[in-house]
């Protein structure tokens, strides 16, 4: 295991359990029990002094809104309408004293000048000076004895709260005036100034008493104020939750209580603790990452050597903890919310569907400190992930995203169907869990369809989409074939139709077998014409080299076609059956030429560089090369010399040992013939001798 693996593993570690002690139970210095309403409690939880009961915040808030709306508004009497009708009264009184000669009807249009419309015959007593002044006295000794008194208007109220040098008086709406009130009083106070009281009554009487919004603001901070904070006090030893029991809102506002008082009393874990903990969890957390990174098949392909190929499985995770982080610390959200199968579903894809099972299960471990150690979340995002990992691979679906989702919300959905029948919850506890786990799912495909594609271009990976992109006879290495080698190009063509055909029928990927089929030799563009299939004279050629000299440049094809693949940046499984279509096997024509010509031998300069066979597709590759080659060269007369070709061929690899590090079984082998025999019956069906067909003609 190299140092940049582990140390990629070490980071993750340190960064998630950074993670744990800034949002999770490590960022208090004190015990925290983060338990939700409708959990089942695993522990019991023992009061350890007295404390009081804080209020909600809901419960809080609903109590400061009822105390606000049941506090009466203050009112107090202003002195700034009863300024305003004296100054009204003056202004009048200013335009009679500067006319005293004129008649009433022109004293009326001076007036209307000022914005008083008093008709003449309301201003007869202009022309007395005693009367006149006597008039005025009396306009505002009875106005000031209505303002006094108190005038309103729009008020339904029976009763007003009535501030007055910090003191509240409760008075009868009785006791003061309506503004028609006031003016039909002022009017009868003075009979003989009725007509020019109804002309001024807009302008001497108005509502002086006025809410007082300051003292109102006041108050309410007052009576904020004495709203008690607690209800009731829970004593020491007092149960808080029993174990196995329900947790409602109750339980979480003591809970929520006693660690305020744990904060009020400086109750704290210390530094020893702290760090025992820290420790802990860094151990716990690296174990699972060592675990999964050693079999996510990153770090054993030994290509891959740049430190970012090791970060992909390992992000996956500090992805997941944001996630939970983001749901259970940060918003509150039901954790069923978590988008679990995004990163597990993904490594399926760009892995394996068993390496994306490991996953989920240490995705599982990765999460749980972050959601307090629930049960139930944890036990749908697994049991579902992992179905539905089942169903991908029996259905062969790993790029049908839709299809994904619908297996996803499927299996979501029947657990939270079972959970919920077994918890007893109402039924719209059900439906909001599937709800959330609807959500949870079209976040996770969502995810995916974008983080797959990514991997799979930086990692080269035969991809459904991809192979059927090189299956695209524009592919400029399918064009060179065609053109510089045209020989080679046909017999890749049936070579891909016989592995194709044996791939379905001993469950391999039939894509990936027709793929790899037509480009295993694409090396044979550099140096075409020593190459019998696309030149005839090609023998005269190698008459001319020593043996050995033929055979390296005849296993060169290999190196070269490995070398163009990965120029054209053709996907690694691709370019693993170029590397191993002819295994380790030796070149036999050139290696008996040199012993009947008894030269210096060295056993490995007329082998293939191999390695042999990894895979089904690689064996299958190799098979129908070989059988599409003899066959050509051979005079085919009847079906039982396609079975010897292919009993003939199959047997000499086994005896090599071609596959023995293939995936492939002695069953395999003999349905590889059987689908293959069709294929050249079709194809070589004119060199064939049909006794019966032949009988009838």
Known sequence: MNSKYLLIIILTAFVIVGLYHVFAVGRFNYPEYRLKEGQVAETEILAPFDFPILKSSEQLSVEQEESIQALP???????????????????????????PDLLAGQLSHELAKAGFMIPEEALKFAGNPKQRDLLYEKLRGELNSLYNQGIYEDLEADSLSLWSFGEESRKSIDAFLSVNVARDTLAAAIPEAEGLILALSGDLIRANIMPNNELRAELSQRRLREIPQTEGVVLQ?????????????????????????????????????QTLIALGMLIYF?????????????????EKKHISDYLPVNLGFILLTLFAILANHVFSLNNLLIPFALTAIAAAILVSVDFGILYSVCSMLIISPFINWETFPPVIFVLSTISTLVLIKRQKTQHEYLTIWFYLVITTSSLNLALSLYKSDPINILFRNIGFSLISSAISIMGIIMVVPYYEKKWNRATKQTLLELLDFNHPLLKKLATSAVGTYHHSLIVGNLAERAAEAIGANPLLARVGSYYHDIGKIINTEIFTENNEESSDIHDEM????????????????????????????????ITQHHGNSTIRYFHDQAEKMKLPMDSDTYKYPGPRPQSKEAALVMIADIVESTTKAKTITSEKDLEKIIDDTISRLIREGQFDEAPITMKDLAVIKESMMPVLGSIYRKRLDYPEENDKS
């Open 237 to 273: 030893n007092e149960v808080i939750i029993r174990k196995n029991s329900r947790v409602s809102q109750s339980d979480i506002d003591k809970l929520e209580s006693l660690q305020a008082a744990f904060r009020n009393r400086n109750v704290g874990k210390s530094i020893f603790q």
């Open 546 to 577: 020593t043996p050995d000299k033929s055979a390296s440049l005849i296993k060169n094809h290999v190196l070269e076609g490995v070398t163009m693949a990965r120029k054209y940046k053709i996907p690694q499984p691709v370019i693993d059956i």
């Open 73 to 99: 508004i203050p009112y107090q009497l202003s002195d700034e309408a009863l300024f305003e009708a004296f100054s009204r009264l003056d202004e009048v009184w200013e335009v009679i004293y500067s006319h």
């Open 286 to 302: 690296f174990t699972i990452l060592l675990l999964t990174n050693y079999y996510s098949g990153v770090s054993g392909k030994e």
